[in-house]
């Protein structure tokens, strides 16, 4: 069965910074893309990056609004993915999604979702 | 940045009714977009990807037709666990973007 667990999530003040993590079982993690994904309450669904396979040298690629703040980075080892947020703003509160994408670029398999409030 | 467009953003409906609901791209994305269901507290569930491929254990009763810049998500006969908030998301080009959403409710 497929599973995707995230955590790491939590309250952090403006500017401040926080690691999260996607734990991800019952597939082959190292031959997936995968993206990070957010919604803020209330909200609709917001994408904030994308870690691509060994066969495409774990490049990534991230949303104008968290690039230069924003990295992910991937243990293929592990079978984890990770999400550094640095500089973190107001705007970046918003339940952290991990999710697997599928050949046709859509997402099969979400994570539960991690709670990532800033505020001071 | 495409630009994903739902409407209506809300629909009330009664078990049974046939629902449907438009996402409008703002350029040409062939048929990659997606369709999600969302319950209020959990994950989207992925319903519908290329445009019209249901995935494995949707019910028959959702079907997406569409290709270019036009999409449309029809729910035949509504049932009760179907009420929910729905998105398309457009799987053409990065940033992956996502229409606004649909919010069905009970009428």
């Known amino acids: 069965e497929v599973q995707l667990v995230e955590s790491g999530g939590g309250l952090v003040q403006p500017g401040g910074s926080l690691r999260l993590s996607c734990a991800a079982s019952?597939?082959?993690?190292?031959?997936?893309?995968m993206d990070w994904v957010r919604q803020a309450p209330g909200k609709g669904l917001d994408w904030v990056g994308r870690s691509r396979n060994k066969g495409n040298s774990y490049s990534t690629q991230y949303a104008a609004s968290v690039k230069g703040r924003f990295t992910i980075s991937r243990a293929d080892s592990g079978n984890s993915l990770y999400l550094e947020m640095n500089s973190l703003k107001s705007e970046d509160t918003a339940v952290y999604y991990c999710?697997?994408?599928?050949?046709?670029?859509?997402?099969?398999?979400w994570g539960q979702g991690t709670l990532v409030t800033v505020s001071s | 940045d495409i630009q994903m467009t739902q409407s209506p953003s809300s629909v009330s409906a009664s078990v049974g009714d046939r629902v449907t609901i438009t996402c409008r791209a703002s350029?040409?994305?062939?048929?990659?977009l997606a369709w999600y269901q969302q319950k209020p507290g959990k994950a989207p569930k992925l319903l519908i990807s290329d445009a019209s491929s249901l995935q494995s254990g949707v019910p028959s009763r959702f079907s997406g037709s569409g290709s270019g810049t036009d999409f449309t998500l029809t729910i035949s006969s509504l049932q009760p666990e179907d009420f929910a908030t729905y998105y398309c998301q457009q799987a053409h080009s990065l940033p992956r973007t996502f229409g606004q959403g649909t919010k069905v409710e009970i009428k």
């Open positions: 999710a697997r994408v599928t050949a046709t670029y859509a997402y099969d398999y």
């Open positions: 019952g597939f082959t993690f190292s031959e997936y893309f």
């Open positions: 350029q040409g994305i062939s048929g990659e």
